[in-house]
């Protein structure tokens, strides 16, 4: 098991920005892909991105690439979600993601999910 608890969801007027926080615990948390969804009402989960182990590599939605980085900080345990430029439709609830596999896009490729922080653009 690998507890995720997200931080940091909020309401940001349109163009604001926000920087969401994921706490993992364990041992082993540091050799672990960790990662972004959300899911919006009435819409499917979609993935917004992620980074490698090392945090030397990242890859992201392209809703949201050039707007949205993800950092990590292996010594806390800790990933960021930093949003740039929000626009009303990246409303949703976020959630932090992890694996030991990185590349997927996928929610079936992340076993441990976090319960989810809201974040409301304003328009």
């Known amino acids: 098991q690998v507890p995720l608890v997200e931080s940091g969801g909020g309401l940001v007027q349109a163009g604001g920005s926000l920087r969401l926080s994921c706490a993992a615990s364990g041992p082993t948390t540091s050799y672990y892909t960790m990662g972004w969804f959300r899911q919006a009402p009435g819409k499917e989960r979609e993935f917004v991105g992620a980074?490698?182990?090392?945090?030397?590599?990242?890859f992201y939605a392209d809703s949201v690439k050039g707007r949205f980085t993800i950092s990590r900080d292996n010594a806390k345990n800790t990933a960021y979600l930093q949003m740039n430029s929000l626009k009303a439709e990246d409303t949703a609830v976020y959630y932090c993601?992890?694996?030991?596999?990185?590349?997927?896009?996928?929610?079936?490729?992340?076993?441990?999910w976090g319960q989810g922080t809201q974040v409301t653009v304003s328009s």
């Open positions: 993601v992890a694996s030991q596999f990185y590349g997927r896009r996928n929610g079936a490729g992340y076993p441990y």
């Open positions: 980074i490698n182990a090392s945090g030397a590599g990242t």
